[in-house]
């Protein structure tokens, strides 16, 4: 494990139940101590109108890591700190998180399985992905699109509000 290559991986963070900004925290320092992975840049914390029925306005953030982790393993780590800090198995798509890890980008790796989809599906869909990651890494390229990621901010068609978080 030692001479493995470590991997640039974009995530997004966001949580809209309790102290949105606590949360966030503490997940970051879950992360961080992770072993092999660090975390590299982190954008502003950003706030985001809720989708779905949900009605608690989001609290997001994207943040680059570096990891040795491959994707399943990642993943599951993810899954592991959302649990360790509470979060329920939702039935309801957009529900209520006290905290949501997702994988955004894995080097330029497509990855299409069931349970994990690299790059993230919904990411040039929602304004509040974009805004962060767009904030930390403009100009990485879209490995299924072809297009830098302040591109993809651009052409969003989400109307959904994002603004600096102001706490």
Same mark, same amino acid.
């Given at each position: 494990?030692?001479?493995?290559?470590?991997?640039?991986?974009?995530?997004? @963070?966001?949580?809209?139940?309790?102290?949105?900004? %606590?949360? #966030? #925290? %503490?997940?970051?320092?879950?992360?961080?101590?992770?072993?092999?992975?660090?975390?590299?840049?982190?954008?502003?914390?950003?706030?985001?109108?809720?989708?779905?029925?949900?009605?608690?306005?989001? !609290?997001?953030?994207? @943040?680059?890591?570096?990891?040795?982790?491959?994707?399943?393993?990642?993943?599951?780590? #993810?899954?592991?700190?959302?649990?360790?800090?509470?979060?329920?198995?939702?039935?309801?798509?957009?529900?209520?998180?006290?905290?949501?890890?997702?994988?955004?980008?894995?080097?330029?790796? !497509?990855?299409?399985?069931?349970?994990?989809? @690299?790059?993230?599906?919904?990411?040039?869909?929602?304004?509040?992905?974009?805004?962060?990651?767009?904030?930390?890494?403009?100009? !990485? @390229?879209?490995?299924?699109?072809? !297009?830098?990621?302040?591109?993809?901010?651009?052409?969003?068609?989400?109307?959904?509000?994002?603004?600096?978080?102001?706490?």
């Amino acid at each position: 494990m030692a001479n493995a290559m470590a991997h640039q991986v974009y995530m997004g @963070i966001g949580s809209n139940v309790g102290n949105k900004k %606590e949360n #966030f #925290f %503490e997940a970051l320092s879950r992360l961080a101590k992770l072993p092999d992975t660090k975390i590299i840049k982190e954008s502003s914390l950003y706030e985001s109108e809720p989708l779905g029925d949900s009605t608690e306005w989001y !609290v997001n953030g994207a @943040i680059e890591i570096e990891t040795k982790f491959r994707p399943d393993m990642l993943l599951k780590k #993810f899954k592991n700190i959302e649990r360790a800090m509470g979060r329920k198995k939702v039935k309801k798509r957009w529900g209520a998180r006290i905290i949501d890890l997702d994988i955004l980008l894995y080097d330029a790796l !497509v990855v299409k399985k069931k349970t994990l989809r @690299i790059p993230h599906p919904e990411m040039p869909h929602r304004k509040f992905v974009l805004v962060p990651l767009s904030e930390i890494a403009p100009q !990485v @390229i879209h490995p299924e699109l072809g !297009v830098t990621i302040s591109e993809l901010l651009v052409n969003v068609k989400d109307d959904k509000k994002v603004h600096l978080y102001h706490s």
